[in-house]
């Protein structure tokens, strides 16, 4: 009985046994064909697409990174440190790592002092930079405040403290107008530079030499291969390229000189430049009001901005380079020489001046400045006594054609060439101009004004101060310029500027001194506009000038204090000393001053004289100014 | 017959009269001790060479290895009286845990012991197979209709509380495992071709029921360059790191993208990609032997098994290991989509260890208590 019942209990265990065994082996194939696939995965990636994952994965562990070149530095002419760049820390933001900038900042606020004026930097910055740069959050970072930061640091991915080389000008106002200064790049500037050449580079010069020498100054960038990890922290450096850093600038300016002519202007508007004719380097070259640079250099704040930018005084504005001004009767020796080259009057033939001058034909009078006139005039009287009826009368005689050519030859009506970024031209109008301008033919009565240097006429200051140096140096006109020479740090040599001008071929040497003689006669000479200057150590040669801001009925008389301040005639002047061998040539403008003698002359016979009284050899000043 | 006869002396077997006789499967051991060893110099790898972690992974190793030895000297007829209240109370806690569970990292799995956290969901990659096996080996195969309803229910009453922690990685194996063992028993062909056409059918309620970061991760499988920062990164990277580890691999401790961290979980769920870029095919190749020659001897034994409780249950756990081994690793190189399941004895963490280690003490016990046949 058992029997056949273990004989089926035997029968159902084998046949369960093959099921499952059977089962079991589909398992193992499977296992097996499983595997096989996925070992073809493995063959796809490891052998067959080797090469492509490889590449991959060295993209993800190296990376390229700028080493930005440092900014060449400018020394004045007596080695004075102008421009220095000095190590800062910031923190910085990259919107790109970061998903809510504005709740990252406030919590950053818990642990650093970030105030109304960072945040609204930081909003007008992040609209400008692109979106993987960084964003500035605080500047000027304390080691106390980076070691606060580093503790947290963790908590913040995508901002980072960042250690960088900022623009900094120790004597900030002096230099403002000569050297511009440099910011940090805006969109139309991105436009215009090749973006790889300013990697890693966050500022550019703005105006002034800063942007001028830009290309000479920013210097070669540099790269680095850096192995860095996952969270973009550098492991090591693979390879490197050293950056070349940008040249120095040593300039003919003498920051002395310039401090003495900012002291002279006082707290006056007006400019002043100062030229070395034999060189045509800039010695000095000063605006009032002027600003502090500095303010820009990371982004000036906008109460400041709004502060510089209206303010009547208009501190921005580069009066030396930018301002045009009616030149007045300082154009009076230039017209002379004209005048005698072209062989229309001889130095020492008389003028009847009975204090006007009508055109033949004409009732319309022309007023001198002193009433009565000045009776018989030579051209060395007219100068002396600045008479304006004689310049009319030459003027006349000249003809808008040869006028114009003879200013022309000065370097009236175009940019000198200087420099320094953002110079204007000054008008020097001509029968062309006139017709393209105004649609107009010229008029006779526009040639006299002119020969008094008003009118259409405007001149800056420094196209004044480049003029007189070419008189002074008797017909070299010599293009002004403010660098001397550039050095990079390997240079043995510095390597000097260009230097360019022309000669001033008509007049004949005769005529050079004779109008040269009258202009130090306008200090000496009982009768001369600018007696009140005149030096016992050595002579100075120059012409006072008065140019119009409001212009005056026929009858009207001028009386000063009943003009509005800001509606006052400009006071300029311009001379060269010593006569003999000019060693310095200056143009002042004070505007609204009044005369020219009495305001104008002082102070460029202050600037002279600083320059003149000290030792002729330049020597290096020892000591640098402190920050 | 012989030869199981004669390899249940060998492995120790029943034999009375021996010296504290050890129910052990030496080939089955020295396969697992042979993989640690290699899981051990990867991890050492992909931890950065933190000693601290490596002596964790070792007392790990150790208490994992003592729960084999310990587990293998219990008679399968005694685990067989144990499933279905193993069973029952792996569920009891699973439902506990839908109540009263701890969440971390965002799903709620784990179940505060006071002493120590606890997955319950773990217990059941162990407790579906040994019910379902018990249920099984009440009727002579192949299964009937009544049973394989009610075997349907026993895997999906837990894969559901599971899946819903959200936990897919574990709920895709507590359902493999029973699917394996159903499979084992003896489902018919036909009936599993239909079950294949209707979980096509499914597939799209399945996805109406995912969470998103569970479709995302389909998603991002799919085609994974479309999220490159995102849910793509795993999958770029660590195909960059297998990728770039060539034939030959980078050597050891000499992996970029693992220790640059461009590869992520790297002493977790993505070592695998570690061992391809250090080792290169050569080194995952060997390590793929070495789990091949387990699994296969985990079948082995399962086929020599004398009951059918036996047989389903090491047939269960071994595939079980298997699965585990096949997501991670077609993960890991594409092939699957992004489930978070470790490499079995290899990652880094002790959960998934201790269980698989439990898993081979069962089946080293099914092959070590036979009996002799009565002929």
């Not at chain 1, 040539?585 to 202050?606: M, W, Y």
Request: charged letters at 20%; proline letters at 5%.
């Amino acid at each position: 009985m058992a029997l056949p019942s273990v004989q089926v209990r035997f029968k159902d265990r084998f046949a369960e046994r093959r099921l499952v065994a059977g089962r079991l082996v589909v398992a193992g194939v499977v296992v097996v064909l499983a595997l096989m696939a996925l070992i073809a995965q493995l063959f796809h990636l490891q052998v067959a697409d080797h090469a492509y994952y490889s590449t991959l994965s060295e993209d993800n562990r190296v990376r390229i990174e700028p080493l930005p070149p440092t900014r060449g530095l400018i020394y004045d002419a007596n080695g004075v440190l102008l421009a220095d760049n000095y190590p800062t820390h910031s923190l910085e933001m990259v919107l790109d790592k970061v998903d809510d900038p504005e709740a990252t900042i406030a919590e950053l606020a818990q642990i650093l002092t970030i105030d109304e004026a960072d945040r609204r930097r930081f909003e007008r910055l992040r609209r400008q930079l692109r979106r993987y740069e960084g964003v500035p959050i605080r500047l000027r970072l304390n080691d106390e405040e980076i070691a606060r930061f580093a503790v947290d640091a963790h908590r913040f991915p995508g901002v980072d403290v960042r250690a960088e080389l900022v623009r900094y000008y120790p004597l900030a106002e002096h230099t403002a107008h000569v050297l511009g200064y440099v910011g940090r790049i805006n969109e139309v500037e991105m436009r215009r530079i090749d973006a790889s050449a300013y990697a890693g580079t966050h500022f550019i010069g703005k105006g002034g030499l800063e942007k001028a020498y830009e290309d000479l100054l920013h210097g070669r960038v540099g790269h680095r291969q850096v192995e860095v990890n996952a969270r973009g922290r550098v492991q090591r450096v693979l390879t490197s390229q050293l950056p070349v850093p940008g040249r120095d600038l040593h300039l003919f300016l003498d920051i002395y000189l310039q401090q003495e002519a900012a002291a002279a202007l006082g707290e006056r508007r007006g400019a002043l430049v100062a030229i070395d004719p034999r060189t045509g380097g800039v010695l000095a070259l000063v605006s009032r009001p002027s600003f502090d640079p500095n303010l820009f250099v990371e982004g000036i704040s906008q109460a400041d901005y709004d502060a510089l930018l209206g303010s009547l005084d208009q501190p921005l504005f580069n009066r030396a380079v930018r301002g045009q001004y009616p030149p007045g009767s300082t154009v009076k020796p230039f017209i002379g020489l004209g005048g005698l080259a072209a062989g229309v009057v001889t130095f020492r033939q008389e003028k009847w001046c009975p204090g006007h001058y009508s055109l033949p034909g004409h009732t319309h009078r022309f007023r001198d400045w002193k009433r009565g006139g000045h009776g018989r005039v030579n051209m060395e009287r007219a100068i002396v006594e600045s008479c304006d009826v004689y310049f009319y009368d030459l003027a006349h005689q000249l003809g808008i054609d040869r006028l114009h050519e003879a200013l022309a030859g000065f370097g009236f009506g175009a940019r000198t060439g200087i420099d320094v970024a953002g110079e204007l031209g000054g008008l020097l109008p001509s029968r062309a101009w006139k017709r393209a301008a105004r649609g107009q033919s010229w008029y006779p009565g526009e040639t006299l004004i002119l020969g008094i240097g008003q009118g259409y006429f405007l001149a800056t200051p420094l196209q004044l101060a480049a003029a007189t140096a070419a008189l002074a140096a008797r017909g070299e006109y010599r293009v002004p310029r403010v660098v001397r020479t550039t050095r990079a740090p390997a240079d043995a040599v510095p390597e000097a500027t260009l230097a360019a001008g022309h000669s001033i071929a008509q007049a004949r040497a005769r005529d050079w001194e004779d109008v040269i003689e009258a202009m130090a006669n306008v200090i000496e000479g009982p009768a001369g506009t600018a007696r009140q200057i005149r030096h016992p150590a050595y002579r100075i040669a120059g012409k006072t000038g008065t140019s119009q801001v409001f212009s005056l009925g026929q009858t009207q008389r001028y009386r000063a204090e009943e003009i509005e301040e800001r509606l006052r005639d400009h006071a300029l002047f311009v001379a060269f000393a010593p006569v003999a061998e000019p060693r310095i040539a200056v143009a002042v403008i004070v505007e609204n001053g009044g005369g020219g003698g009495a305001v104008a002359a002082p102070v460029a016979a202050q600037v002279i004289d600083a320059y003149l009284s000290r030792p002729q050899v330049l020597e290096a000043a020892g000591g640098r100014y402190d920050r | 017959m012989t030869g199981s006869a004669r390899l249940s002396d060998l492995g120790g077997g029943s034999g009375r009269g021996r010296l504290a006789p050890l129910h052990l499967d030496w080939p089955l051991l020295f396969g697992l001790v042979l993989l640690c060893s290699i899981g051990l110099l990867v991890l050492y790898s992909a931890v950065g060479e933190d000693p601290e972690r490596l002596r964790g992974q070792l007392l790990r190793l150790a208490l994992a290895f003592a729960l084999l030895i310990g587990v293998a000297q219990i008679p399968p007829a005694q685990l067989r009286r144990w499933s279905l209240a193993l069973f029952a109370a792996g569920v009891a806690m699973l439902i506990l845990v839908w109540l009263v569970g701890d969440t971390g990292k965002g799903a709620q799995r784990w179940l505060d012991l006071g002493v120590v956290r606890f997955q319950p969901s773990e217990l059941l990659k162990l407790a579906v197979p040994m019910v379902l096996a018990w249920l099984f080996a009440q009727r002579p195969l192949p299964p009937t209709i009544p049973q394989l309803l009610v075997a349907a229910a026993i895997v999906l009453v837990p894969v559901v509380l599971i899946a819903r922690q959200p936990d897919l990685g574990t709920a895709l194996l507590v359902a493999s495992a029973g699917g394996l063992v159903i499979f084992f028993a003896g489902l018919s062909w036909r009936a599993i071709l239909l079950l294949g056409g209707l979980a096509a059918a499914l597939a799209p309620l399945l996805w109406a029921t995912m969470h998103d970061y569970q479709r995302q991760r389909v998603l991002t499988f799919l085609n994974p360059e479309s999220d490159p920062l995102g849910a793509g990164y795993h999958i770029i990277q660590s195909q960059i790191a297998i990728g770039s580890g060539g034939l030959h691999g980078k050597g050891w401790l000499h992996g970029t993208q693992s220790h640059l961290e461009f590869l992520p979980e790297r002493s977790t769920d993505f070592i695998f990609a570690v061992l391809g870029e250090e080792h290169g095919l050569v080194g995952i190749l060997i390590v793929l032997a070495v789990y091949l020659f387990i699994v296969l001897r985990g079948l082995y034994i399962a086929s020599q098994a004398q009951d059918t409780y036996g047989r389903l249950l090491a047939g269960g756990v071994t595939m079980i290991f298997f699965v585990y081994l096949f997501v991670n690793t077609g993960m890991v190189t594409g092939l699957l989509p992004v489930v978070g399941v470790p490499l079995p004895l290899i990652s880094y963490g002790g959960t998934s260890m201790v269980t698989i280690m439990i898993g081979f003490g069962m089946v080293m016990g099914v092959h070590t208590h036979r009996k002799r046949l009565p002929v």
